[in-house]
């Protein structure tokens, strides 16, 4: 997740906003659930309105949030699926509040009535993260279901009276990119503490037409939009939170910004984007699917790295000589093409590594085909790759009961 306004706000305050450092553990999201009742289109964990058998029983979950405790996890999203269709939600909530955990819980808003409301608010979650796809009729077809976009929204109206901490979320593409100014007015109309951009990520067309693609043209008018709103939030003194995931080159594009925005804080802000290091998959953020099986990150469910049944998750996350495992702890990662000559590698860390995975049907270390900036941005001349000192991750590593489909959310 990168953390938008708090550089935008160093940039405008410079020594106001702390560097960031190295968080105790990873953060953790826990699909708890697989059952949903919405068929979303970008649904990364493929949901249906169905009970899934070998869900962790309450008891399990238990075990796993004493283990994660002990571990240092500073952060635990609770997802799904709907985490909400979970019987024992409350009581789960519950129990990570009870241990110090940071709690967020990641939902599509539809249940959450005035019933349900008072049970968060007992709960006493730290956020509550709702996703709109757009204004009604696209967010609806999003979601194949008639109502879900005011059903959604009002659920963001009853956290926000019961003064639980709320977020939209909403993933960019190419059917929905025109209604982002829309869902940005809205968060201001209603005073919304928090927006989340996730990118839809698409393969790219080859370097040579990087810079007029339009989906890459999309994203970077998304990111302009997003840079002139938190600066204009950050001078009036508004409280609104922007953060963006899924493509970790927002932090380069935000470097590129501040130079010809903020030229005598660039440099200094360029330090603050090296110590965040970007993306973070197998380091600092994890995943636990609905069976207890760990993920080095939800874009990554086709990629089991052992399961809380058999072991704890502790163990699994810092005894691993997984090959993926240690390539992302590798420093720099051991990436390749424009990523590895790239003059940035050490803000964007390598961008997302699961797209590469995919197109190359096992190689996690090829260049990110996501990546909206152009050659001459990133310092890149097509020149000699860089050393490969990692062997690829082939595909047979993988798990072929499931599939993921990079295109979803995160939170």
């Known amino acids: 997740m990168f953390r938008l306004t708090q550089y935008v706000r160093e940039l405008v305050h410079p020594g106001s906003q702390r560097k960031p450092g190295t968080p105790p553990g990873p953060v953790v999201i826990w699909n708890l659930i697989r059952r949903c009742n919405l068929l979303c289109k970008h649904c990364y964990s493929i949901s249906a309105d169905t009970d ?57 808003g539809t249940l959450i009535d005035e019933e349900v409301i008072e049970k968060l608010k007992e709960v006493g979650f730290d956020y509550v993260g709702i996703s709109l796809d757009g204004l009604e009729e696209t967010h609806d077809e999003f979601r194949q279901k008639k109502g879900a ?28 990119a025109h209604e982002l100014p829309a869902l940005l007015d809205i968060s201001k109309e209603y005073d919304i503490e928090k927006f989340y951009l996730s990118h839809l990520n698409y393969a790219g067309r080859g370097n040579k037409n990087r810079e007029d693609d339009a989906f890459h043209r999309t994203t970077r008018d998304a990111l302009d939009l997003l840079l002139k709103e938190a600066l204009q939030d950050v001078k009036e003194g508004r409280d609104r939170e922007f953060v963006t995931g899924n493509n970790d080159a927002d932090g380069v594009y935000l470097y590129k910004w501040a130079q010809k925005e903020f030229p005598e804080q660039a440099e200094h802000i360029r330090e603050y984007l090296e110590a965040w290091g970007g993306n973070a998959s197998g380091l600092y953020i994890a995943n636990i699917d609905n069976l207890g099986t760990v993920h080095p990150d ?6 089991d790295l052992g399961n809380v049944r ?17 390539g992302f702890r590798q420093q720099p990662r051991p990436v390749k093409g424009r990523c590895g ?54 595909a047979d ?4 009961v499931r599939t993921v489909d990079p295109r979803g959310e995160n939170v």
């Open 310 to 326: 058999d072991k704890p998750f502790s163990d699994i996350w810092s005894q691993t000589d997984d090959p993926l495992m240690v």
């Open 298 to 303: 939800t874009f990554w469910w086709n990629y």
């Open 397 to 400: 590593r993988v798990k072929k």
């Open 52 to 108: 899934f058998k070998g869900e962790l029983s309450t008891e399990e979950v238990f075990t796993v949030l004493d283990d994660l405790k002990k571990f240092r996890v500073p952060a635990l999203i609770l997802s799904g699926g709907e985490p909400l269709m979970r019987p024992d939600i409350y009581e789960i909530g519950a129990r990570c509040k009870e241990l110090g955990i940071y709690t967020g819980l990641s939902t599509n």
């Open 149 to 176: 976009f005011a059903a959604s929204f009002r659920a963001v109206e009853l956290c926000h009276e019961a003064g639980i901490k709320v977020g939209l979320r909403f993933t960019l593409t190419q059917d929905n």
């Open 341 to 394: 000559e790239c003059e940035f590698l050490k803000i964007c860390g390598g961008n997302t590594r699961v797209r590469s995975y995919q197109l190359t049907g096992g190689d996690p270390w090829a260049e990110d085909p996501a990546c909206y900036l152009t050659d001459a941005e990133i310092g890149y001349d097509g020149g000699v790759e860089r050393l490969k000192v990692m062997p690829y991750v082939h």
